[in-house]
C-alpha cells in the first residue's frame, strides 16, 4: 500500500477530525474512502454496510438450511456448536 501527503489548513484538519469521529474511522480511511469513491465512480463501501452485507449472508445460509430443529428434535452438542455450518 502506498502513502501520500496532504496538506490542508487547521480548521479543514480540524473539521476533518471530527468528521472521523463521528464516523469511528480515521481521517487517513475517511480520505481512503472518499478517493476510492472517487476512482470507482460510486460511493465506497462502509464497515457497516459490509458487516451488514455479511451477517445477511449468514442469515441466508442459515434459512437456506431449513430448520435446524424441531420440538422433538434436539441438536446434539456437535451440531449446536458446528461453526463450518455457517461458511
Known amino acids: ?22 464516523a469511528g474511522t480515521s481521517v487517513s480511511a475517511l480520505v481512503r474512502s472518499l478517493l476510492l469513491e472517487l ?24 434459512d437456506a438450511k431449513g430448520p435446524i430443529t424441531t420440538p422433538t428434535k434436539r441438536l446434539t452438542r456437535d451440531e449446536l456448536h458446528d461453526r463450518d455450518a455457517l461458511r
Open 39 to 62: 476512482v470507482q465512480g460510486g460511493p465506497a463501501e462502509s464497515r457497516f454496510d459490509r458487516l451488514h452485507r455479511r451477517q445477511q449472508q449468514l442469515f441466508n445460509a442459515i
Open 1 to 22: 500500500m502506498k502513502s501520500i501527503t496532504v496538506s490542508v489548513d487547521e480548521e479543514t484538519y480540524r473539521l476533518s477530525r471530527i468528521k472521523a469521529a463521528e
